[in-house]
């Protein structure tokens, strides 16, 4: 071993680590180099400290539910699309105000691979086959232009929604070359901003690093709450305070519906002068396993559904609603100043959470093993983790069927979270936009699809001599809309009020068109 190597094993020695090199006499000089820049950058007493402190936190906190500690989302802080109808209008002009003056930055959670959707790509350039393969990157970046033309078209003003983007180590360069290729949807690449947050090795129960392979750790990302470490460690709150910015809209790339910087969530946080806001669906299934936002010992976050007994999930309000019922979304609200705080005070004081996970390792006789069960943990943190700091915090609740359809898992019979249902979530939603403008669709045959109204209230805010409507069938109808045409349903009357379609309807820059079968 050289010196400098020999000073590496000294340092994993002290830390209990030395296990690490066991193989390294039979790696070729380019792993022991690679393996070598991986161990140097590595803090091993910060590592095991996190590893201490997790296992202590996750082996009181198996013990104790939340139930008695737990109290709903008090009414004056909560803003609702369906309970606040006459309010949404304001709100939406004090969003598309602050977007106007380019005070508002959106932040995107993209550090996930598409491993359960069956690809090895990141999750942002999936395509769950709408008629026009759009991705889910292209989809988010072209709700930006939109957003940025409708209130340019308020105040008369040139204006920007910079978007920082958050991979990971094993998503930035192939997310930077997917912009790239598409020249960055028609954004301006000077405000798309790419960042990347940390790793953490993966650990066994005794708090040794797991070797992946002879001469590699098993890595994994620091949790979507490595956000907080990351935008210090990159210079990220810097180039927000130095564009200017005062509002940043976070979420997870996931989410095919996501309103991008929605103006009316914006208004609602800017009106009630909150420093933290969460965007939340109601849950009204006590057995959903959805993360809940409460109060917790007088403190907001974020309560998962195996933290509480299905008793107190059960529980209901007098109006019938599920008394614990703010779903969250990971789509939330922050002011610059907020996050300033949290990166230079708060963030060293965030906990690590333990996710138990069957990680491939190499056993010592350098074979590789794929266990059946789970042999060791990784640690994250998590983004709602810093709710607990927030002075103001307020909650908005959104229709789950016009803003919430995750993608998380491949097509599968009947299953929850896949590209069929993310699909099918967006063209509901289009084909309800069009119903709402005074359009309508016909079969086969000629006739009238039935419309029927739709529970609930409006899920964009559009004129009120726009009923809310959806078709009497639960088979979607093929339509989409380019978000280059509409943000929330807005402007689509020109487009198809009177009017008859055919599906598969694709509304776009250049008119409304039906395709025929063969996609012409």
């Not at 798309?192 to 392979?213: C, H, R, T, W």
């Not at 959805?290 to 509480?308: A, F, L, N």
């Not at 002011?335 to 010592?364: G, M, R």
């Not at 009238?448 to 209230?457: E, K, L, N």
């Amino acid at each position: 071993m050289d010196p400098s190597t020999s000073k590496l094993a000294q340092r994993l020695a002290e830390a209990g680590q030395s296990h690490l090199l066991q193989f390294w006499n039979e790696l070729a000089p380019e792993e022991q180099a690679n393996m070598t820049l991986d161990l140097e950058v590595m803090n091993f007493e910060e590592i095991n400290g996190f590893f201490k402190n997790a296992m202590e936190i996750s082996s009181s906190s198996k013990q104790e539910k939340m139930d008695s500690r737990m109290e709903p989302v008090p009414r004056d802080v909560l803003g609702s699309v369906t309970r606040d109808r006459d309010s949404l209008k304001d709100w939406e002009i004090e969003g598309l105000h602050c977007i106007a003056q380019s005070k508002v930055a959106v932040l995107l959670l993209a550090g996930g691979q598409g491993t359960r959707l069956g690809v090895t790509y990141p999750k942002g350039m999936y395509d769950v086959g709408l008629p026009s393969h759009k991705t889910l990157f292209q989809i988010q970046a072209e709700r930006i232009l939109k957003l940025e033309q409708l209130a340019e078209q308020t105040q008369n003003t040139k204006c920007h929604i910079p978007w920082y983007i958050m991979t990971s180590g094993r998503t930035m360069d192939s997310t930077k070359e997917f912009f790239s290729h598409h020249n960055y949807f028609g954004l301006d690449k000077n405000n798309v901003i790419f960042f990347q947050q940390g790793m953490l090795p993966a650990m066994d129960y005794n708090g040794k690093i797991i070797l992946e392979s002879k001469g590699k750790l098993s890595m994994a990302p620091d949790g979507n709450g490595g956000l907080y470490r990351a935008l210090g460690n990159q210079g990220i709150v810097d180039d927000m305070q130095q564009r200017k910015i005062e509002f940043i809209h976070v979420y997870c790339v996931d989410n095919i519906l996501v309103k991008v910087a929605d103006p009316a969530f914006v208004g609602f946080c800017v009106q009630k002068g909150a420093d933290c806001g969460a965007k939340v669906v109601e849950k009204t299934n006590p057995t959903e396993a959805v993360g809940v936002v409460c109060k917790v010992d007088g403190h907001y976050q974020v309560v998962e559904y195996s933290e509480i007994t299905l008793a107190t999930a059960q529980k209901r309000s007098a109006d019938g609603r599920l008394m614990f019922n703010a779903g969250n979304v990971a789509n939330h609200f922050f002011t610059l100043s907020f996050l300033k705080d949290i990166v230079q005070k708060y963030e060293p004081q965030l906990q690590h959470h333990v996710a138990q996970k069957k990680i491939p390792h190499v056993d010592t006789q350098g074979q590789l093993i794929k266990p059946d069960k789970p042999n060791g943990i990784k640690m994250e943190k998590f983004v709602f983790d810093i709710f607990q700091f927030a002075k103001t915090f307020v909650v908005y609740e959104v229709l789950r069927e016009d803003e919430f359809s995750p993608l998380k898992n491949a097509d599968s019979q009947d299953g929850k979270d896949t590209p069929t249902t993310a699909r099918h979530a967006l063209m509901s939603l289009h084909h309800r936009w069009v119903l709402n403008a005074g359009g309508h669709f016909i079969d086969e045959n000629g006739t009238r699809v039935p419309a029927i109204p739709r529970d609930g209230g409006a899920g964009s805010v559009t004129d009120d001599v726009n009923i809310n409507l959806k078709d009497g069938t639960d088979l979607p109808i093929k339509c989409e809309i380019s978000p280059l045409v509409s943000y929330g349903g807005e402007g689509l009357e020109g487009l198809v009020n009177g009017k008859e379609f055919r599906p598969t309807l694709m509304i776009d820059k250049s008119g409304a068109h039906e395709l025929v079968k063969n996609g012409v």
